[in-house]
């Protein structure tokens, strides 16, 4: 067994340096775009335990009971996206999910028509099948405890931050970037940090260890995604109310963050504008509608283990009715990041709240907070450009409605930019990620 997955990792290792691509058979591709329209309005997402060299992994496929869509078959040498009808299936299998075959399912299908550049670490027939499925590319046999990350991951080196993210042909053009509201108007308040985007990254590398790294968690639908908009004042990442997650694998922004701090100078202790490169980290939605909270939980710890060294600030964002699984999963990451010898690098948002009275916020920030045993109170220093030191509350009930003004937001504006920016002109600990295992030091 030992020599067959020697040969197994060897044969994987020249995928890995052809490029995180498809490479599409454009020969192949074209017959098999006609077959997709042929597919019935009802899908199956299935899998069956297979063997390569001896090595057990399962292999995953989407089909109407007629035609199956799958990328590779029974041996790895077949390297292509299959569209066929009333294929062998060896052994049991196993239906995992019942969905329907609509456009957007259609459309990924025909996008992942004829790729050929199988790689069971990157590009598999899970990632594939998941991908048709929900729009994530996802093999959760590469995270946790799962077989293909036991037998690769240690061999994989740089190639670990490609770990469940889109090949190039899949990776989905950046937004356009627009303001949502006036920034002199965001300006114009002396007591609010800012924070200017620069970039976004699929990746991080060495550099980025420098940075002020900021990690939001938290449901899906409880609005991760538009709250890092506001934090930029400006759309970098897709956002909207939906129970599938919007985010679809863990991004990276890097932006510039403003605030103030008091320096020493020939005249003594003066004011000074301090800026700080940062990351924002955008994960995807602990219990999506299509995956389970343990799979979620798992991707998001492999890939922020594989792109950070060290954690600066986490952001904890609920909305609504924080139901059992969302609670269990948060405690979940909250356990894996040693929250109780890390409480003060942990803030915690109820989100959503708009349409609240003053006490209803308090009463539900108050119940998040009970349920993670978190103190409500939790205070940070604050320097503004010209008034004095403020102690700030960390912990917060806001709102941030689609098509609002500036006016109609601007408390919860400045409370929560304040909240996440807090510390970064300053020389903290640091959570540190440790690349071993799943673990946090």
Excluded at 47 to 61: A, T
Excluded at 64 to 80: K, P, Q, S, W, Y
Excluded at 254 to 278: C, L, P, V, Y
Excluded at 309 to 321: L, M
Aim: neutral net charge.
């Amino acid at each position: 067994m030992g020599s067959s997955n020697s040969q197994l990792v060897k044969q994987e290792k020249t995928s890995w340096v052809l490029g995180h691509q498809l490479n599409y058979n454009e020969d192949l591709r074209r017959e098999q775009l006609k077959e997709v329209d042929k597919f019935g309005h009802n899908l199956q997402l299935c899998y069956v335990l297979r063997q390569i060299m001896g090595f057990e992994y399962n292999h995953w496929w989407v089909t109407d009971g007629t035609r199956v869509i799958e990328f590779g078959g029974a041996e790895l040498g077949n390297h292509h996206v299959l569209v066929s009808i009333n294929p062998p299936k060896l052994g049991t299998f196993v239906t995992e999910s019942n969905f329907k075959l609509t456009g957007e399912v259609k459309e990924r299908m025909k996008k992942v028509c004829g790729a050929s550049n199988y790689s069971l670490a990157l590009r598999n027939c899970e990632h594939v099948a998941r991908y048709i499925h929900c729009g994530a590319w996802l093999c959760f046999q590469m995270v946790g405890n799962g077989v293909l990350k036991q037998l690769f991951v240690d061999h994989m080196s740089e190639f670990t931050k490609k770990i469940n993210t889109f090949p190039d042909e899949l990776v989905q053009a950046e937004l356009e970037k627009t303001p949502l509201y006036p920034q002199e108007m965001i300006d114009a308040y002396e007591e609010v940090g800012t924070v200017k985007w620069t970039k976004t990254k699929s990746a991080l590398i060495e550099r980025d260890a420098e940075l002020y790294n900021i990690v939001f968690i938290g449901p899906t639908g409880s609005g991760k995604s538009h709250l890092i908009n506001n934090l930029f004042n400006l759309t970098v990442c897709a956002s909207e109310a939906s129970i599938d997650s919007v985010t679809k694998e863990v991004k990276f922004y890097e932006g510039m963050a403003r605030n103030w701090i008091m320096d020493s100078t020939e005249r003594g202790m003066e004011r000074k504008q301090f800026n700080r490169s940062i990351n924002i980290i955008d994960t995807l939605g602990f219990c999506d509608s299509v995956m389970s909270p343990e799979d979620v939980l798992d991707a998001i710890k492999m890939s922020v283990k594989v792109n950070v060294t060290h954690i600066d600030k986490v952001v904890v964002v609920c909305s609504g009715r924080i139901e059992q699984a969302h609670n269990d999963s948060i405690e979940n990451f909250l356990k894996w990041l040693n929250f109780t010898k890390n409480r003060d690098k942990f803030i915690f948002i109820y989100n959503k709240s708009d349409l609240m009275s003053l006490l209803d916020k308090q009463k539900n920030l108050l119940a998040m907070c009970e349920k993670f045993d978190v103190n409500i109170d939790q205070k940070m220093s604050w320097l503004t450009k010209t008034g004095p030191e403020m102690s700030i509350k960390t912990n917060l009930a806001i709102g941030f409605p689609p098509g609002a003004t500036f006016n109609d937001v601007a408390t919860d504006h400045v409370d929560f930019s304040r909240s996440v920016l807090a510390g970064t002109q300053l020389k903290n600990s640091r959570i540190k990620v440790s690349k071993s295992s799943c673990t946090i030091l």
